[in-house]
């Protein structure tokens, strides 16, 4: 009998059991894995926009489909109608007891005030969510206490911290957006186990955080820069390393702790590294964007009124358990709390200025502007940016 070709052989012969399940895990293995490595990217369309000089590659890259989902989010809400100014008009401090901050406003304004708080900050509990019912004055209810410290620190920032919120200015609205509790808040986190000697240490990442953009940077940033004033900038200021007075002593781990922290203000504003920094040169301040130094301010800013406000009495004591982190301190504010995504909060409303009481007395205009019959809309980024619901080139503004 003829001997069978070898390969016409291979070519009759039956899979056998193990070389079958294997050509069926590589049939369905690799799409799947490539459908969960293009899960975590972007989904199109994305637009540039030119925030410096053409050439230089500071571009905002924007998806309209994300930036228009986050309309709702940060529209300006409605602005009641300024309280008539009448002569002889009685303060509030004069009529009701125990107005401690905002006495000095006249008893129209007040109630208008309070009629805002109530949709900024508790639209579904109404006024009983801070005041004891049937006896507005007490202090009873600690969130009246908590509102009380939160108009001062309002007030504190629109009068100190001009060279961040500029004449844009903060609100109770800017940071609650209609919630009790703003979303955007950082407790301490508690130090991790220490691990064997043969595994090694976390260092404070390899979690996933979303303060880091779900990347294993360390994702205890916060304290390091919004508590604690520990060096940020890492970048050296010469090519080659040097010895002596100038050399950069920065180490890898602080590197790492600067971007888990730069990655937390890109995703707060919705932004990339070229919104404040060049590319050319990131440490170089005399070709960044004027809004590294606006950034600048409000790393200070934040870290300010975290030591002010919320490290301190009354806020440090009157919070319940069930309001306080892991370790029993009190929620601190970030980059998030007020933006939100966006480059600016509620896209640079200037929503405190149809509100007297967020700033000090001393500051207040005479005359309050009219506010506009319907609430602005804003553009939501900084530049130019082709909306999703309209596509049409032809719909673009002129360059």
Request: hydrophobic share 35%.
């Amino acid at each position: 009998m003829q001997d069978l070709d070898p390969s016409a052989a291979a070519a009759v012969r039956p899979f056998s059991p193990g070389r079958r399940a294997l050509a069926i895990a590589h049939r369905w293995l690799a799409p799947t894995l490539a459908a969960a490595l293009l899960a975590g990217c972007e989904r199109p369309p994305v637009e540039p926009v030119q925030g410096g000089y053409r050439g230089t590659g500071m571009l905002q890259i924007y998806n309209p489909r994300i930036v228009d989902s986050q309309a709702a989010l940060n529209a300006e809400p409605e602005v009641a109608r300024p309280a008539r100014i009448r002569e002889g008009q009685p303060k509030a401090g004069e009529v009701y007891e125990n107005l401690k901050v905002l006495g000095d406003l006249t008893v129209a304004e007040f109630g208008r005030t309070m009629t805002a708080i109530t949709a900024w900050v508790s639209p579904e509990q109404g006024c009983a969510y801070c005041h004891e019912q049937g006896n507005m004055a007490s202090d009873a209810v600690y969130t009246k206490v908590v509102a009380r410290r939160m108009f001062q620190m309002t007030q504190y920032i629109n009068a100190n911290w001009k060279p961040h919120v500029a004449e844009t200015g903060v609100t109770c609205y800017t940071c609650h957006r209609g919630n009790n509790v703003p979303r955007q808040l950082w407790f301490l986190a508690p130090d991790q186990p220490k691990s064997g000697s043969a595994l090694g240490e976390r260092a404070g990442q390899n979690l996933a955080s979303p303060a880091v953009g779900l990347s294993s940077l360390p994702h205890q940033v916060f304290q390091d820069y919004l508590l604690g004033d520990a060096p940020i900038r890492v970048n050296g200021y010469t090519a080659l390393p040097v010895r002596g007075e100038g050399a950069n002593r920065s180490s890898i781990k602080q590197a790492e702790h600067t971007y888990g922290f730069m990655v937390h203000m890109s995703q707060s504003l919705g932004v990339n590294c070229t919104f404040c920094h060049n590319g050319q040169s990131f440490q170089s301040w005399s070709i960044s964007s004027p809004q590294r130094m606006t950034a600048w301010h409000g790393i200070r800013m934040a870290r300010d009124i975290n030591l002010e406000f919320f490290t301190k009495d009354p806020l440090l004591s009157i919070f319940p358990a069930y309001r306080r982190g892991p370790l029993g301190d009190v929620a601190k504010v970030n980059c998030a709390t007020c933006h939100q995504g966006a480059y600016k909060p509620l896209y640079g409303s200037h929503l405190s200025r149809y509100y007297p009481a967020v700033v000090p007395a001393e500051l207040r205009p005479e005359v309050l502007p009219t506010p506009p019959a319907e609430p602005q809309r804003l553009p939501p980024v900084r530049g130019e940016l082709l909306s999703a619901t309209a596509r049409d080139p032809s719909s673009r503004a002129p360059r």
